[in-house]
T-cell receptor, first 113, second 113 residues
Framework: ETGVTQSPTHLIKTRGQQVTLRCSSQ?????VSWYQQALGQGPQFIFQ???????GRGNFPPRFSGLQFPNYSSELNVNALELDDSALYLC????????????FGSGTQLSVL | AQSVTQLDSHVSVSEGTPVLLRCNYS??????LFWYVQHPNKGLQLLLK??????LVKGINGFEAEFKKSETSFHLTKPSAHMSDAAEYFC???????????FGAGTTVTVRA
């Protein structure tokens, strides 16, 4: 186990709703990255938070937003859910902004109906 | 920009036979390359990484990969497959000190008894 925990493990929402996903990073890590993995595809980078500030962002619309708290846990918020947002959302923690060693959680499976 | 192409979407091998997973990369500068494995209902786990040191990289569970700049390839191999190797494998590229990972589409490995 990596020590990165995500909640909830599964979630069902309807189109237009808002959702918040949570991630608790491994002890000692100050960076959290979020990825979206659609069915049958590789994960796609959403954004990264380093010491409570957004450090980089992938090609996702502004309705995808995030937060990192002083204890380095993180939230991913998605507004105005669309059917295509159905995916596995992965959180990864690390120490520092580079990607030499990421520890991934098991993910939150989001279904949008 | 960097990207990876995994040349096989599915690989099926018999237990005890060699495994070869093929990956080509595209990068405008010296990349960092990784292989990750994803077992069902589990998070992504780092198998090995290349970061401009030795071109032959040894990882966990008997896996290794060879970086070939002339062929822009980073193929993953294992001499003898085990039933527990059945999983999804991702080839991943990142720029040095980059904040994001770019994943391939994945290769599903099945191991026949």
């Amino acid at each position: 186990e990596t020590g990165v925990t995500q909640s909830p493990t599964h979630l069902i929402k309807t189109r237009g709703q808002q959702v918040t996903l949570r991630c608790s990073s491994q002890s000692g890590h100050n960076t959290v990255s979020w990825y979206q993995q659609a069915l049958g595809q590789g994960p796609q980078f959403i954004f990264q938070y380093y010491r409570e500030e957004e450090n980089g962002r992938g090609n996702f619309p502004p309705r995808f937003s995030g937060l990192q708290f002083p204890n380095y846990s993180s939230e991913l918020n998605v507004n105005a859910l669309e059917l295509d947002d159905s995916a596995l959302y992965l959180c990864a923690s690390s120490f520092g902004r580079a990607n030499e060693k990421l520890f991934f959680g098991s993910g939150t499976q989001l279904s949008v109906l | 920009a960097q990207s990876v192409t995994q040349l096989d979407s599915h690989v099926s091998v018999s237990e005890g036979t060699p495994v070869l997973l093929r990956c080509n990369y595209s990068s405008s500068y010296s990349p960092s390359l990784f292989w990750y494995v994803q077992h069902p209902n589990k998070g992504l786990q780092l198998l090995l990484k290349y970061t401009s040191a030795a071109t032959l990289v040894k990882g966990i569970n008997g896996f290794e990969a060879e970086f070939k700049k002339s062929e822009t390839s980073f193929h993953l191999t294992k001499p003898s497959a085990h039933m527990s190797d059945a999983a999804e494998y991702f080839c991943v590229v990142s720029g040095s000190n980059d904040y994001k990972l770019s994943f391939g589409a994945g290769t599903t490995v099945t191991v026949r008894a």
